[in-house]
Structure formats: C-alpha cells, structure tokens
C-alpha cells in the first residue's frame, strides 16, 4: 500500500508532539518542527568540505535551522534567507554589517531586517550552498517540507538566474528519518547531506533536482503572490 507525503507528515507531527522532541514554537504541526538538538546537528554541518568553502549560503527562514544562521555569520560567510512566502525575494545579511556576539540576533526572523537587507533578484550572489527545513528525510535525499512547495521553488527561482547546481542540506532530529517509499514529482527538492543531532549523513542521492521553474504548473494566483516570480520573467524573458 502507498503511503502519501501527507499521511508521513502527520506519522512525524505526531510522533514528534507525543515523545516531546520540539520546542518553541508549537504547536509542531503544519511547520518545520524545532527539534531539541539543532545546535548539535549545525555543529556537524561546519565540518562538511562544501560548508568549509562555501561564501554565500542560503538558509530557510524557520526555527530549528536558527544555530546554523548564526553559525554562519559567526565564522564570516554571507547569508540569504527568503522572505515569508518570498514576497520580498530574499534578505542578505553579510557578516560585517554584524557586530561580534550579535549573530544570533541578527540571525533570528524578529531581528533580521534590521542587520540585514532585502535585495532584489538582480543583486543577488552566486549562492554556493542550500539549506532547506524538513518534516520528513529518506536517507537516499528524498525530503517532505510542510507541504507549500517554497524549498521547491527557491532552489528552481536561483537555478533560473543561473546560478549552478549547489548541494544542498537538511537539518533535523534523528527521528525525522523515515524508511517510507516518499512518493516524488519532477519539481521536488533532495538532500545531498543529512545532520541530524547524532550524525551526519551523505545522501548519495541519484535524483535530478529542479533545473529551472516549470512555468507550465506557475498559476495566475502564484504570479500574484510571488512578485518574484514576475521578477524573473522579465529578467530572463521567458
């Protein structure tokens, strides 16, 4: 019997909520759990070599993948992180407009604007490396989000701009790991590597990710919603 992304989601909210393994903010359904054991799990991210070398990354805007924003600050790389439902695109926060001990802070969604500042498509750098918050990982790369698609479509929207394929990371607790057979469509997203709070995970991963947007599945809603997405229509004249 096939499982569906929805039916796994709730398996991992529940499981989550029951065994108490989040913390602020709650309830843990319908977003990315914070897990108890971010901290440890960013700390494995700072020894993978893309993480060594990368200059510019871009990091989800959610709570358990705070550590890691800060992380990157402290040790003097540039940050990205797409505004809520990219409205705005993304807010760059490079590490000397930071005042040492401040990078949590700045890091942070409640204080980000004021350290860093939105920029608009064409301004954005090359972005070297990917993070992405999840509800559920396979360990071959195969990732559930919340279900609205945006880790999706940012990698797509930064592809578009012709940025190159960059590897990309997700954080989570080790019991957001599943042996389900995800189901998966053409636009999603994988994982090249896994940290969890005990581990770190190279994926290994055999699927293509997105290459560019599929303007055939855009809808006349999203191009409102996303003024991005008008953006880069008229950028790359498609």
């Known amino acids: 019997m096939t499982i569906t992304k929805q039916e796994i989601r709730e398996l991992k909210w529940n499981y989550f909520t029951e065994n108490k393994l989040g913390r602020f903010p ?81 890091a942070s969604l409640s204080h980000i604007k004021s350290y860093g500042k939105e920029i608009s498509l064409s301004e954005m750098p090359k972005i070297d490396l990917f993070f992405v918050g999840s509800v559920a990982l396979h360990r071959d790369g195969r990732r559930i989000g919340k279900g609205e698609g945006y880790a999706d479509r940012e990698y797509a929207i930064i592809r578009e701009l012709g940025n190159p394929d960059v590897p990309v990371i997700g954080t989570i607790h080790s019991a957001q790991l599943t042996d389900a057979d995800i189901p998966r469509d053409s636009f999603d997203l994988t994982v090249d590597w896994i940290a969890t709070e005990t581990e770190l995970i190279q994926t290994n991963s055999t699927y293509a990710k997105p290459s560019g947007i599929k303007w055939e599945l855009v809808t006349e809603e999203e191009l409102e919603e996303m003024p991005v997405l008008r953006e880069i229509r008229v950028l790359t004249n498609k």
Not at 30 to 57: D, L, S
């Open 26 to 106: 709650f309830p843990l359904h319908k977003r990315i759990p914070n897990f108890k054991g971010a901290e440890k799990a960013a700390h494995f991210v700072t020894t993978i070599p893309e993480y060594m070398k990368a200059k510019v990354i871009k990091v989800n805007p959610d709570a358990p993948q705070l550590p890691i924003r800060a992380q990157i600050l402290k040790d003097g790389k540039i940050l990205l992180v797409p505004t809520p439902r990219l409205k705005a695109g993304f807010i760059m926060v490079k590490p000397e407009w930071v005042p040492q001990g401040e990078e949590r802070k700045a």
